[in-house]
């Protein structure tokens, strides 16, 4: 089944190109069906980049979903054009007395700030408490996992010695987790962060379960017992060239930067990555759709 998105979303042509199944909302009124509702916070930078991988992955289910992008109002965009923001955003104002059956926090490029020294920290806060009452599951993706894990359960990030970025191989510790139906016993995600989080902390919570990690790259999925919470510190929704585009962006501005780990052949920065994640990462967002939302939601919000 279809994601529902705007006609004239950018995104629109590159997921058609892909055979990812889209309908706009003339077609969706057609169909007696209640379709999921879905609320992203994109807190991204290159937020029509970060669209179109959320909605590729979004769009692989047998349920009909309605998009709604959310941006800050306490903090305006300076990598994305004012008029996309304008015609394919809304503000946590205009949806605040809405009902949403699943929402999906992104990351931000703050993570070596303090959490309250994040201009929109407060609004982020606002969002976070509202989502208890009005959405049915949120997920929250690299630095919006350990913003979720420092305001929900008062786990404390930690910087590196050096950022940690490449293709990791992780364990899964929940064997008969719903959210990882179908998961192998050993898959490969990838990391882009100079944070991270205590696996201590996470398996010691009682409101908290680990769900899957890396020995190299720690805690990569969390989810609360609940399901109102699910965490993932890696990116499952990033495309092959993801990690290539940071690492060239971080030599131009002059870091001291080390090549992703695991990601190009043979460690040569010239040869094109194989995206070792593409299954997985489209089995993740599909569970969760299913099982943490669809299963969980109700039929109508009253």
């Not at 279809?2 to 057609?30: H, S, V």
């Not at 008969?176 to 100079?194: C, K, M, Q, T, V």
């Not at 993801?242 to 040569?268: M, Q, T, V, W």
């Amino acid at each position: 089944m279809p994601i529902n998105i705007p006609r004239d979303l950018p995104a629109r042509e590159i997921l058609e190109q892909e055979n990812i199944f889209i309908m706009d909302e003339k077609r969706a009124t057609t169909q007696d069906i209640r379709p999921l509702n879905i609320l992203i916070l994109n807190l991204m930078p290159e937020k029509e980049r970060t669209e179109t991988q959320l909605l590729r992955l979004l769009g692989n289910t047998p349920l009909q979903v309605n998009i709604k992008f959310l941006k800050t109002d306490s903090y305006e965009s300076k990598h994305t054009d004012k008029q996309h923001l304008e015609q394919f955003y809304t503000t946590f104002t205009n949806v605040r007395q809405q009902k949403f059956d699943g929402m999906i926090i992104t990351g931000a490029p703050v993570e070596l700030l303090d959490f309250e020294q994040v201009q929109y920290w407060k609004e982020l806060t606002k969002i976070m408490e509202w989502t208890k009452k009005n959405v049915t599951s949120t997920l929250h993706i690299c630095w919006g996992s350990q913003a979720a894990l420092y305001y929900h359960y008062s786990i404390e990030k930690f910087e590196l010695s050096q950022k940690c970025s490449g293709i990791y191989t992780h364990q899964i510790f929940e064997e008969n987790e719903i959210l990882l139906r179908g998961f192998d016993d050993l898959f490969f995600a990838p990391h882009s962060r100079y944070t991270d989080v205590s696996i201590d902390d996470i398996t010691n919570h009682p409101q908290l379960k680990l769900l899957a990690a890396s020995k190299e790259a720690g805690a990569l999925l969390i989810a609360s017992r609940d399901r109102k919470h699910v965490m993932i510190t890696g990116h499952l929704e990033y495309e092959s060239n993801s990690l290539a585009l940071e690492y060239s962006r971080d030599l131009y501005k002059g870091l001291e930067i080390h090549i992703p780990e695991n990601y190009f052949p043979n460690n040569d920065p010239g040869k094109p990555p194989i995206n070792s994640w593409r299954s997985h990462g489209h089995l993740f967002f599909s569970n969760w759709l299913n099982y943490y939302v669809y299963q969980e939601t109700p039929f109508s919000w009253e």
